[in-house]
């Protein structure tokens, strides 16, 4: 009679090697090795001088490794297999923007981009991902001149030109709905932040 740590072994792997809709199907050889595997622990267990323990954590180890094996291969399938297939129309229209935002783009560029209508994209995009196209856009521009003000020297009318904002003016305004603080104030804090992070350093090396 099957003992019954190899039929709890048995009856968890089935739906795998049924390939049930939800689990892990197994490649033809993969599910061979588990069935010697199980059979050997099986033999093992049910053997009136089997060392219980033992035998169990070995079978469970192997049994493990050749689940883990598998998963990882069907997971860099997937991969490949997205990697593979066209962009979505979001995707294409987020692309535009990380890659034209500072230059002032509009939706209505980012839909003649992707071939679409403005109220398509815009409403496609904010189903997507909960945001907005020129909330996209404003991220962007935001975070290239973070990027600026912390590792150049540019003025802040500079900086704000630069990401494609038409104004100091609204370039404050937007920057402090974004960051709590005005452009200047953002640099100072994050400049002394990163001065104090180098000495710390200095003093424990």
């Known amino acids: 009679m099957t003992s019954t740590a190899g039929a709890r072994l048995l ?7 049924g390939g049930h809709a939800g689990k892990l199907s197994l490649d033809e050889e993969t599910a061979d090795r588990l069935r010697r595997v199980l059979e050997i622990l099986d ?6 001088r089997a060392r219980v323990a033992l035998a169990t954590e070995g079978g469970l180890s192997l049994v493990t490794a050749l689940l883990e094996r598998a998963a990882r291969a ?5 991969a490949r297999a ?3 297939r066209p962009p979505t129309l979001t995707e294409r229209a987020l692309e535009y923007v ?12 980012v839909a003649a981009h992707v071939g679409r209508s403005s109220a ?5 995009v904010k189903a997507e991902t909960g945001r907005t196209v020129v909330e996209w856009i404003t991220d962007v521009r935001i975070a290239t001149a973070c990027r600026l003000l912390l590792e150049t020297d540019e003025s802040v009318e500079s900086v704000a030109q630069h990401v494609g904002f ?17 452009p200047g104030r953002w640099r100072s804090v994050h400049r002394s932040a990163g001065v ?8 424990e090396s």
């Not at 033999?43 to 009136?48: D, G, M, T, V």
């Not at 104090?196 to 003093?203: E, I, L, S």
């Open 196 to 203: 104090a992070d180098d000495t710390k350093r200095g003093t």
């Open 11 to 17: 009856g968890a792997l089935e739906s795998i090697f």
């Open 120 to 124: 398509h994209v815009a409403a496609t």
């Open 74 to 78: 069907r997971a860099l399938g997937s």
């Open 166 to 182: 038409a104004s100091p003016s609204h370039f404050h305004r937007v920057f402090r709905r974004q960051r709590a603080m005005t």
């Open 98 to 109: 990380s890659t034209h935002a500072t230059r002032g783009v509009s939706l209505v560029e």
């Open 43 to 48: 033999e093992e267990l049910r053997s009136p």
């Open 82 to 84: 997205a990697s593979s």
